[in-house]
């Protein structure tokens, strides 16, 4: 890879389907690669494969689309090592970027770049080793914390971090993962309206959200 190159899956331009700003017109760039092998993952595609870009190809594709907002996505983008400058030629062309990342890396640079959505990984996920609290110092109240629930217990431990006071983001979220269609067993899900009640019921300062873009166009993305 050369040095200027990323390694992407997709870029694609539609609604923020999901967190605090949902709704608004965004460019997705989708990095390839994740060390991470969630349960639930809805993007399994992203793992491997990819195209080489430059940081001048990856603007040329987004100019198009005029749009102010920026979400890097993935996989995990902070694996590339050019992530970084990515989001820099993004803030000099002043796009508003967002990024996302399991916490697992490091995000100590980013956070000084970007605006972050740091999703926790419950115990339904598979994948919750506790790695992401290394990151907590760095989040900025500007931030995200994101928690995907797939069952009563992860809505337990999820409950249990908000009322910890050790997150520093004004915004918390609160996902469903639906009960798994195509591998039923590979984790339980929750109905979206029993999560809302339970948010209700301990009333609890998070933000409950469906990911809008799945109601508007199923699974499908559109990349090039």
């Not at 996902?175 to 809302?196: H, K, Q, T």
Request: glycine share 8%.
């Amino acid at each position: 890879m050369a040095f200027k190159d990323l390694l992407i899956t997709e870029i694609f331009h539609s609604l923020q389907g999901e967190s605090s700003l949902i709704g608004m017109p965004f460019a997705f760039i989708r990095l390839t690669g994740c060390n991470l092998r969630c349960t639930y993952c809805d993007s399994t595609y992203s793992f491997k494969g990819g195209k080489k870009l430059s940081i001048d190809e990856i603007l040329s594709v987004i100019a198009p689309y005029e749009v102010k907002h920026v979400l890097l996505t993935g996989g995990e983008p902070l694996l590339q090592r050019n992530t970084l400058e990515l989001i820099d030629r993004l803030n000099s062309k002043n796009y508003k970027v967002s990024l996302e990342t399991h916490g697992e890396v490091s995000v100590e640079a980013a956070s000084k770049k970007a605006r972050l959505i740091m999703d926790f990984k419950t115990p339904g996920s598979g994948m919750c080793r506790g790695n992401f609290e290394k990151n907590l110092p760095f989040l900025k109240q500007t931030d995200e914390v994101k928690f995907v629930i797939t069952s009563a217990g992860d809505y337990e431990w999820a409950r249990t971090w908000v009322k910890s006071g050790k997150i520093p983001t004004d915004e918390i979220l609160f996902s469903p993962a639906l009960p798994a269609l195509n591998s039923p067993g590979v984790y339980e899900g929750v109905e979206p309206r029993w999560l809302a009640e339970q948010i209700l019921k301990d009333k609890l300062p998070v933000r409950f959200q469906l990911q809008l873009h799945k109601q508007l166009w199923g699974a499908d993305t559109k990349g090039v």
